[in-house]
């Protein structure tokens, strides 16, 4: 199978067939939703750090009778395919205290199935010496509780290691992100969302042989610049493919992002000299942020200029989920911003989930395009 | 040079035909249940009463809700796009367009050429579309084309608060209990359609000359209660305030007919 058809298939169902094959090894899968929680932890314990989603939910009638009417339909369809057994291959799963949202979630998913180690790893909302301290205490005894749990010692050559593979996937994905920002980017945005999803649900190893494959050999074809209207998706997150290629099909390509599933996942690497724990907490606490973190608008908006300018974007697709507070602020204020540059943008506010709503999104696109001139 | 525009929404479709940049005719049926039969229909029915075929065509552009699976369209546009050129076409003074259809509402901001320049459409939700007026009605027990007449006999109109069409059709059904007038909902649905859209065109920007098209434009008492909270008058069109989006779309026809003409 070719790289990207396998990297579609494994990001396709979520017992897909890399874990199957870490489970028959006799390792454990432990699931996580936040990008605040660093996963070379538990992949120093020989554990596979794996990226909860609400992928493949149908509907979210379980899910519903747990969650009250404003909470955001992610964190509805992770419960959902909690409820539903689809994660009965974690042995548990780390939370963060991101959002309201998704900590709701993890309060139904604790008291109703739970699995053998729960965690809810806090991180401060603020940048500071102090923040930074209790930071790296929490990451700390994060830390002491996977040693606990799982009987294992994480000493600082496995961190180490751990870190450097991971650096690895940050630079290859940081190789994906310049090929797309080219005259002729080889993927499309969707393409790269699938390229992307399938990296947090399978060992980085085996994600960088064949990423490493996938981008040789798109290095290799030569392509025709794209008449397309060169778009950067920002937002909520965003692992759904269909919702970018439903974008893309009115004529527009996304060539960059900042989102959690995205640029902001990779973009920052762990320090390799000196203390391997104290890099790992330097680089989780003060990666490119997201709103969840106070204050930290003006980093995030000047992070997503570069990314403008570096991949010669033409128009902004500011998304954000139902209810998604963070990100919906956020957009008003990247839209004024955005303006006083020149660069036109549009919110647009979706669902988590099956596609019930493409057309509205798709009018919305094409009259976007229309009006940049696409 | 005869061409088609044909706009499919979510209630009614349009259509209008133009030959030479001048309106030959035009029609306005209720929506089948599936997009492609909306637009035959419509096709049709014009066609016949211009005793015209469709090979009398030679370009068609597709708008509205279902413009993407129309068969005999030679492109679509968006809706957006083709109420703004069509307002524009028909009073080119014209800057801000509110349309209002029967499932969605847009504030429309056109350049000086009719060009889109921004929107903002309503998200996900039926209020203060044509449907609501619709189901509004419906409670009132009367015909939706009397219900802005009968909300200008108000004397003491109701204040409705919820957003949601169905929270506000229970709101109506309590008014109603209460032996309000009729006259006073239905000043109070005018209201609170009219709050809905002007908070859409503040974050548009109102620029004058303004306009409203869609099928809530025939509603008298939601274009007075917006013309007051606007502190604006509505410029009013010659044609048939419905057609707009679908004679936007002939328009944009007939620019697409000339520049592959010139093409070689």
């Known amino acids: 199978m070719k790289p990207l058809a396998k990297l579609a298939s494994i990001s396709k169902t979520l017992k897909n067939e890399v874990v199957t ?62 409820f539903r057994g689809e994660y009965d291959f974690l042995e548990g799963s780390v939370w963060v205290n991101g959002c309201d949202h998704i900590r709701r979630c993890y309060d139904n998913w604790n008291a109703k199935i739970p699995r053998p180690f729960m965690y809810m790893l806090p991180v401060p909302h603020m940048f500071s010496p102090e923040g930074r301290q209790w930071y790296k205490e929490e990451v700390v005894k994060f830390k002491d509780a996977v040693e606990a749990h799982f009987n294992v010692n994480i000493t600082s050559e496995k961190l180490s290691e751990a870190c450097k593979i991971y650096n690895e996937t940050r630079r290859l994905l940081r190789k994906l992100y310049d090929l797309r920002a080219s005259d002729a980017p080889p993927f499309t945005g969707a393409e790269a969302s699938i390229i992307l999803s399938a990296g947090f649900v399978m060992p980085k190893t085996e994600y960088n042989r064949l990423l490493g494959s996938l981008l040789n050999e798109a290095e290799k074809k030569s392509k025709a610049p794209q008449e397309k209207v060169r778009l950067l998706m920002t937002g909520s997150l965003m692992d759904d493919s269909e919702f970018v290629e439903n974008v893309e099909d009115m004529g527009a390509i996304v060539v960059t992002d900042a989102l959690c599933f995205g640029a902001r996942y990779f973009w920052d690497r762990v320090a390799e000299n000196g203390d391997p724990f104290e890099a790992l907490v330097d680089r989780y606490y003060t990666h490119v942020p997201c709103p969840r973190m106070a204050g930290e608008y003006p980093t995030r908006r000047d992070f997503i200029l570069n990314q403008i300018e570096r991949a010669q974007v033409k128009g902004v697709i500011l998304q954000h989920i139902k209810f998604c507070d963070l990100h919906g602020t956020d957009n008003a204020m990247l839209k004024m911003d955005l303006e006083k540059k020149g660069i036109a943008s549009i919110e647009l506010e979706r669902e988590y989930g099956p596609l019930g709503d493409a057309g509205r999104v798709r009018t919305r696109v094409q009259a976007f395009l229309e009006k940049i001139g696409g | ?16 035909i133009l030959k030479d940049g001048a309106i030959l005719g035009s029609e306005i049926i209720r929506v089948r249940p599936k997009a492609e039969q909306s637009a035959i229909d419509v096709m049709d029915k014009t066609l016949r009463g211009l005793d015209l075929s469709y090979e009398d065509i030679d370009y068609t552009v597709s708008t509205g809700y279902g413009r993407e699976t129309i068969s005999f369209a030679d492109h679509n546009i968006s809706e957006i796009s083709c109420h703004g050129r069509g307002a524009h076409w028909l009073i080119p003074s014209i800057k801000t367009v509110i349309d209002i259809g029967g499932q969605d509402c847009k504030a429309i901001r056109v350049d000086k050429d009719g060009a889109l320049e921004d929107f903002v459409m309503n998200d996900k939700c039926a209020a203060g579309t044509g449907r609501s007026l619709e189901i509004y009605s419906e409670v009132l027990g009367v015909h939706i084309s009397q219900l802005g007449s009968l909300s200008l006999n108000a004397s003491e109109p109701v204040t409705i608060t919820n957003q949601c069409s169905i929270f506000a059709e229970t709101e109506i059904m309590h008014y109603l209990m209460e032996d309000k007038s009729t006259a006073d909902v239905a000043a109070g649905i005018s209201d609170a359609m009219a709050r809905r859209v002007k908070m859409l065109v503040g974050r548009v920007g109102l620029k004058n000359d303004i306009a409203m098209t869609g099928g809530v434009s025939k ?28 004679l936007g779309a002939a328009l944009f026809a007939a620019d697409r007919l000339k520049k592959n003409s010139k093409e070689p």
Not at chain 1, 24 to 36: D, P, R, S
Not at chain 1, 63 to 82: H, I, K, M
Not at chain 2, 1 to 16: F, P, Q, T
Not at chain 2, 226 to 234: K, R, W
């Open chain 1, 21 to 82: 094959d870490w489970i028959n090894q006799g390792k454990k899968v432990v699931g996580y939703v936040c990008t605040y929680m660093p996963e070379e932890i538990l992949l120093a314990a020989d554990i596979l750090p794996y990226r909860i989603t609400g992928k493949g939910a149908r509907d979210t009638s379980l899910a519903d009778a747990y969650l009250t009417r404003v909470n955001c339909s992610f964190a509805r369809c992770c419960l959902e395919q909690g």
């Open chain 2, 1 to 16: 040079m005869i061409v088609a525009g044909c706009d499919v929404g979510s209630l009614s479709a349009e259509a209008v």
């Open chain 2, 219 to 246: 509603n008298i008492g939601v274009v007075t209660c917006l013309e007051n909270m606007l502190g604006t008058t509505f410029v009013e069109f010659t044609e048939d305030p419905q057609i707009i989006g679908a």
